[in-house]
């Protein structure tokens, strides 16, 4: 019975606060009808998620797209470095993790607009290589497909470097050893232990990242222009400048679906500890 | 004997020569890449600091990408500029309400999770890794559906309420990583002395997570005080920090903001700190 009574009241407020609203969206997504003309009502409007594939089926590839390649580039950025400070950092290992976090110690969106004011057209770094010449004056990377990737590969990195992290740091060295007395070279010895070995890492972090990053609107709005929208952002304006909540709904449904049907693969295969404990190490 | 020497010198001889030279230059690459990446990371916030001291003639139109000298005047008014005092206000009473409420359920979910076994663990595992996976616009536009449907008022409330939710399961998950190191026989010991389960508890298991407790509670506070999606479908028309800057960006980055942000990142690199001084000393 204990466990019980200690899941009690965090397990009642969960219900409440984050399965319920799932539920309800799901009920918004099927309604019909207008905010100032009479209100919505539940009519089983399964024509919202019609409408909703067929109108933004643009944006919704786009962020799959996006979020992919963010994945990607994340990975490969701070797989070295994760495994550098894991392997070698020695007793400046908590200090060079720490070091990777700090600036994410700073608000989600100062930092995105710190990133709008250095990649401006005429910014300190643009600005600095048109005045010498180095690039033309029409040349820019705010508002281009290349800000936005960026912007949520720089975003979303300790998502993907914790588990990494977490993964590598557990390796035990003894096993690089003897790879190494067995005549492997250095680059052996990683492609035949530390690289599988790190794998339920690798695959921790890409969830992590690829999840929040295909959802993620703040970084198309603030670096991006008309021409690199993703879902997010449709599902944020409908819901808040145009108050048509059951089509934003279905959109939200749509992409909770998709993201939950990943995460259930994910855990079905790989189980649940190894994503969450890179959330215990933040 | 001396035929086994010669052979094994033989053999040493075979193996390919380390080429010095090489070996040196590849040492390099790696740390250098990881320094690099680190200061690649961290440009926003040298800017950010740069520019909170930046003399920029007419406040608060864009920031300037010239650096006009160097003032402390918006470290002086820091809050003198419609808006932000509130906004700032608003997360200073959210981000700790919050955090606490969310420590006190999440310490205890995380001990359920972490210490004993029940039916029905895989499906309580899988809602808190699905709280920390769901993408943050589907929580912020659930939360908002149901405000929405229940008719209730946009505003400090509902954000409190949101920020719990999402708070609870990064709690849970820091507290059961402690839990499950801990060894169960200190408890055990106690409880052969004659505690009652209650004051072994108490006396033992709550001092040894008491370090993981308070890492969900700072965790909490600053998930709660930089949230901006699920705040910003859920505050209705309250500003709190995050969204009064998302605001006030169209016309620019108020060297304020700048100012603001140094502040919170200096308190967070104390916080920081002082944890990592605190495990240090424990071993």
Known sequence: MVPYGLLFP?????????????????YTSLQSGGLFSGGFTFTWEFRNYADALTSYETQFVRSIFYSVIVTFAALLLAYPMVYWIAFYGGRWKSSLLLMILLPFFVSFVIRTLQWRFILGDN???LGTLKGLGLLPDEFRVLATPLAVVAGITYNFLPFTALPLYVALERIDRSLVEAAKDLYATRWQAFRKVVWPLSLPGVFAAFLLTFVPATGDYVNASLLGGPGTRMIGNIIQTKFLTENQYPEAAALSVILMVAMVILASIYARILGTEEATRAAAAA | MSAVATEVRAEIRE??????????????????YTILLILYLSSPIFVMILYGFNAVPTPPGRQAARFYGFTLDWWRNVFNIPGLPEAFKNSLIVAPVSAAVSTVLGTLFGLALGRYRFRGLTAVDFVIFLAIAVPEIVLGSSL?????????????TTILLSHIGFSIAFVAVTVRARVQGLDRSLEEAA??????????????TLPLIAPAILAGFLLAFVL??????????????????????????RIGIPPQVNVMGTILFGAGLIAALANVVVHRRRG
């Open chain 1, 123 to 125: 910014g300190p770094v």
């Open chain 2, 224 to 249: 709660s005080l930089d949230d901006f999606v699920i705040t910003n479908f859920v505050a209705g028309q309250t500003n709190t920090f995050p969204l009064w800057v998302f605001g006030a960006q």
């Open chain 2, 144 to 156: 908002l559906s149901m405000f929405v449907l229940a008719q209730a008022p946009l505003g400090l």
């Open chain 1, 10 to 26: 965090g397990g009642a407020y969960l219900m409440v606060f984050f399965l319920l609203p799932l539920g309800l969206m799901v």
């Open chain 2, 191 to 204: 409880q052969d002395l004659f505690a009652t389960p209650l004051v072994a508890f108490y006396k033992i």
């Open chain 2, 15 to 32: 193996l390919p020569p380390v080429n010095p030279l090489r070996r040196r230059w590849t040492r390099f690459i790696l740390p250098t």
